[in-house]
C-alpha cells in the first residue's frame, strides 16, 4: 500500500462488499510490505501472503502464476504489485483457479506513475518485483480486457485515481454455474 488515496479505495470497496472482508479465505498478490499493508483491514480471515520475492508479511515465495492451492480463496487481493509482475498476463490468466467464485480487488501503477522498484530507478537497495530490472505501467484498457478475456464477472469495475498515476478496480467471479458471460460495470 503506497499512499491513503489507495487505501481509502480498498476501504470504499470494504464498505460496498463488507462480508468479502471478514470470515473469508483471502490470497494478496505481491504481499511483501514496503509502505504498508491491507492485511488489517481483514477481520477473523484466513490469509495468505504471496509474493515473488521474500520480505516481511510474505507467508509463501513464488510467483503469482505458479502458486497452486487446490482448495482457491474467497478473495484475492493485490495492491501496487502488477507494474513488478513480468508474467502479469499469467498471472491474471490465473485468477479462475485461485479465485472461488469471489471479490478481486486491488491497485496499481497507471500509465502516469513514475518507474519505481527497480535498479533503474532506485538502484540496489530498493528491488520490489523478482527481475530487478522489469516495469510496466499498466493502463486501464490493458487491464479490462485481460480480466475479461480470462474471467466470467458478474460485476467488474476499473478506474484511473489521480491523474492517471493508479488504477483501481475490484470484479465479482461469477460462479462456475454461471456460465461465461463476462461484463463490465461502472461505480455502485
Same mark, same amino acid.
Given at each position: 500500500?503506497?499512499?491513503?488515496?489507495?487505501?481509502?479505495?480498498?476501504?470504499?470497496?470494504?464498505?460496498?462488499?463488507?462480508? #468479502?472482508?471478514?470470515?473469508?479465505?483471502?490470497?494478496?498478490?505481491?504481499?511483501?510490505?514496503?509502505?504498508?499493508?491491507?492485511?488489517?483491514?481483514?477481520?477473523?480471515?484466513?490469509?495468505?501472503?504471496?509474493?515473488?520475492?521474500?520480505?516481511?508479511?510474505?507467508?509463501?515465495?513464488?510467483?503469482?502464476?505458479?502458486?497452486?492451492?487446490?482448495?482457491?480463496? #474467497?478473495?484475492?487481493?493485490?495492491?501496487?504489485?502488477? /507494474?513488478?509482475?513480468?508474467?502479469?498476463?499469467?498471472?491474471?490468466?490465473?485468477?479462475?483457479?485461485?479465485?472461488?467464485?469471489?471479490?478481486?480487488?486491488?491497485?496499481?501503477?497507471?500509465?502516469?506513475?513514475?518507474?519505481?522498484?527497480?535498479?533503474?530507478?532506485?538502484?540496489?537497495?530498493?528491488?520490489?518485483?523478482?527481475?530487478?530490472?522489469?516495469?510496466?505501467?499498466?493502463?486501464? /484498457?490493458?487491464?479490462?480486457?485481460?480480466?475479461?478475456?480470462?474471467?466470467?464477472? /458478474?460485476?467488474?469495475?476499473?478506474?484511473?485515481?489521480?491523474?492517471?498515476?493508479?488504477?483501481?478496480?475490484?470484479?465479482?467471479?461469477?460462479?462456475?454455474?454461471?456460465?461465461?458471460?463476462?461484463?463490465?460495470?461502472?461505480?455502485?
Amino acid at each position: 500500500m503506497a499512499h491513503a488515496e489507495q487505501r481509502r479505495f480498498i476501504e470504499s470497496v470494504r464498505r460496498l462488499r463488507p462480508g #468479502d472482508f471478514a470470515q473469508r479465505r483471502v490470497l494478496e498478490l505481491g504481499s511483501r510490505s514496503i509502505n504498508g499493508s491491507v492485511r488489517g483491514l481483514f477481520q477473523g480471515c484466513e490469509y495468505i501472503g504471496l509474493d515473488a520475492v521474500s520480505g516481511p508479511l510474505v507467508d509463501v515465495v513464488s510467483p503469482a502464476h505458479e502458486f497452486q492451492d487446490s482448495r482457491g480463496f #474467497d478473495v484475492v487481493i493485490s495492491c501496487e504489485a502488477f /507494474e513488478h509482475d513480468p508474467w502479469l498476463d499469467r498471472t491474471l490468466a490465473a485468477l479462475p483457479r485461485l479465485l472461488r467464485s469471489g471479490l478481486f480487488v486491488g491497485t496499481c501503477a497507471g500509465p502516469a506513475r513514475a518507474e519505481h522498484g527497480t535498479r533503474r530507478s532506485s538502484g540496489e537497495t530498493a528491488i520490489y518485483g523478482p527481475e530487478p530490472d522489469y516495469y510496466r505501467n499498466v493502463g486501464l /484498457e490493458d487491464l479490462l480486457d485481460e480480466l475479461v478475456r480470462c474471467a466470467a464477472w /458478474e460485476r467488474l469495475h476499473v478506474e484511473y485515481g489521480r491523474s492517471r498515476r493508479d488504477l483501481y478496480w475490484y470484479g465479482v467471479l461469477s460462479s462456475p454455474a454461471a456460465g461465461r458471460s463476462p461484463t463490465a460495470a461502472g461505480p455502485g
